[in-house]
């Protein structure tokens, strides 16, 4: 198995240790952020959907302008557009960017953040919507005549996209953690996105996702997130992960924001579970920013030296994670280092392994 690496940009420079600076959609930001993964070796880009900020579609259309070859991964939240034109929105992006687009589908794990955008539709609902949405979206981008949709949710009569995706297929991915969303990506998802957890919570939800896509006559491949926090030296490393934990703790302080946890969200909850058990677990994944934010987000990471982290990198891809989500602290600077050191070491260890026909280790520590 291949294993690809993705990035994440934002619009403008910010992160839990860096307060946001510079102009909310900060072009030359964009750009430069965008060229630097791309020069870094990654695989693709995040870029992510929030209820406050500048449209996702946009960011990855500047984006992709301004790169040649690396491929991105657009969040994009169901309710709010509906599934026809977000069809033809996100071939249209496709054809713009020459068949480097995916589509990151997020049912939404916080009923705050979707009231933002006026969406009052309860969380097992949304997972329900998302179902239909995905379905719609398919029929749109692969349907070579008109269809009727009458659904729950969604009413189309002789729809049709005359604009199809670039690419022979658009990848799907999907996250979240509940039964509802494991429910879903085993019938849509190509690609499913777990947070950072321990191996053994990874491995469990593996195994469910695997199930659940099984029963459609289908397989799925899997993405992990972490933080990567390198060192040249495994003192170094945790040394430079205590000073992140204090200047989080004291931007935190500093902006009077709590970054909220997401009450309703399955996913930070299995982060908390984490938190719980230790701030060092595994060989050397770290809880401390998941625990100050509440477990929010993407927010756990691996701490170590390059050779340590790509080797922990390496467990999660026995598991069958074949897809890496990494981005750091100090956004563009560490996206720099991980395609100095971390990304071409661990596609070295598994293209050698590949090669020698190493089977997959199975020890979860």
Same mark, same amino acid.
């Given at each position: 198995?291949? =294993?690809?690496?993705? *990035?994440?940009? *934002?619009?403008?420079?910010?992160?839990?240790?860096?307060?946001?600076?510079?102009?909310?959609?900060?072009?030359?930001?964009? &750009?430069?952020?965008?060229?630097?993964?791309?020069?870094?070796?990654?695989?693709?880009?995040?870029?992510?959907?929030? +209820?406050?900020?500048?449209?996702?579609?946009?960011? /990855?259309?500047?984006? *992709?302008?301004?790169?040649? !070859?690396?491929?991105?991964?657009?969040?994009?939240?169901?309710?709010?557009?509906?599934? /026809?034109?977000?069809? !033809? $929105?996100?071939?249209?992006?496709?054809?713009?960017?020459?068949? !480097?687009?995916?589509?990151?589908?997020?049912?939404?794990?916080s009923d705050a953040e979707q009231r933002r955008d006026?969406?009052?539709?309860?969380?097992?609902? !949304?997972?329900?919507?998302?179902?239909?949405?995905?379905?719609?979206?398919?029929?749109?981008?692969?349907?070579?005549?008109?269809?009727?949709?009458?659904?729950?949710?969604? %009413?189309?009569?002789?729809?049709?996209?005359?604009?199809?995706?670039?690419?022979?297929?658009?990848?799907?991915?999907?996250?979240?953690?509940?039964?509802?969303?494991?429910?879903?990506?085993?019938?849509?998802?190509?690609?499913?996105?777990?947070?950072?957890?321990?191996?053994? +919570? &990874?491995?469990?939800?593996?195994?469910?996702?695997?199930?659940?896509?099984?029963?459609?006559?289908?397989?799925?491949?899997?993405?992990? +997130?972490?933080?990567?926090?390198?060192?040249? /030296?495994?003192?170094?490393?945790?040394?430079?992960?205590?000073?992140?934990?204090?200047? &989080?703790?004291?931007?935190?302080?500093?902006?009077?924001?709590?970054?909220?946890?997401?009450?309703?969200?399955?996913?930070?909850?299995?982060?908390?579970?984490? =938190? &719980? $058990?230790?701030?060092?677990?595994?060989?050397?994944?770290?809880?401390?920013?998941?625990?100050?934010?509440? *477990?929010?987000?993407?927010?756990?990471?691996?701490?170590?030296?390059?050779?340590?982290?790509?080797?922990?990198?390496?467990?999660?891809?026995? @598991?069958?994670?074949?897809?890496?989500?990494?981005?750091?602290?100090?956004? @563009?600077?560490?996206?720099?280092?991980?395609?100095?050191?971390?990304?071409?070491?661990?596609k070295k260890k598994i293209a050698a392994r590949q090669?020698?026909? %190493?089977?997959?280790?199975?020890?979860?520590?």
């Amino acid at each position: 198995m291949s =294993v690809q690496f993705i *990035g994440m940009i *934002g619009h403008r420079l910010a992160s839990e240790i860096i307060p946001p600076a510079g102009p909310i959609f900060d072009k030359q930001y964009i &750009a430069d952020f965008a060229k630097a993964h791309e020069d870094a070796g990654f695989d693709r880009i995040l870029v992510a959907y929030a +209820s406050d900020q500048p449209d996702a579609f946009l960011v /990855t259309a500047h984006a *992709g302008a301004n790169t040649s !070859r690396i491929h991105f991964l657009l969040a994009h939240r169901p309710g709010f557009v509906a599934p /026809t034109l977000a069809a !033809r $929105k996100l071939a249209t992006l496709d054809h713009l960017l020459d068949g !480097r687009v995916a589509v990151h589908i997020i049912s939404g794990g916080s009923d705050a953040e979707q009231r933002r955008d006026g969406d009052f539709e309860p969380k097992s609902g !949304r997972y329900q919507r998302t179902d239909e949405y995905i379905d719609v979206l398919k029929k749109s981008w692969y349907s070579e005549k008109g269809f009727d949709h009458q659904g729950e949710f969604y %009413q189309a009569e002789n729809a049709f996209s005359a604009i199809k995706p670039y690419q022979q297929r658009l990848p799907v991915f999907f996250g979240g953690s509940s039964e509802d969303a494991i429910r879903v990506a085993g019938k849509h998802a190509d690609v499913f996105a777990l947070w950072g957890e321990p191996l053994a +919570s &990874a491995a469990e939800t593996v195994a469910a996702v695997k199930a659940s896509a099984a029963a459609h006559q289908r397989e799925i491949n899997f993405s992990i +997130s972490f933080r990567p926090v390198l060192g040249n /030296t495994e003192e170094e490393a945790w040394a430079k992960a205590d000073e992140i934990l204090a200047k &989080a703790k004291a931007q935190q302080e500093k902006s009077g924001q709590v970054l909220a946890a997401k009450p309703q969200s399955v996913g930070a909850q299995r982060l908390l579970n984490a =938190v &719980a $058990k230790g701030d060092r677990l595994d060989s050397c994944l770290w809880t401390g920013i998941a625990g100050l934010i509440g *477990g929010g987000s993407n927010s756990t990471a691996l701490v170590g030296t390059p050779e340590q982290v790509s080797e922990a990198l390496l467990k999660y891809y026995d @598991l069958g994670i074949t897809t890496f989500l990494i981005r750091g602290f100090d956004p @563009l600077n560490d996206a720099v280092e991980y395609g100095k050191h971390l990304i071409p070491l661990t596609k070295k260890k598994i293209a050698a392994r590949q090669a020698s026909h %190493q089977p997959a280790r199975t020890s979860l520590v």
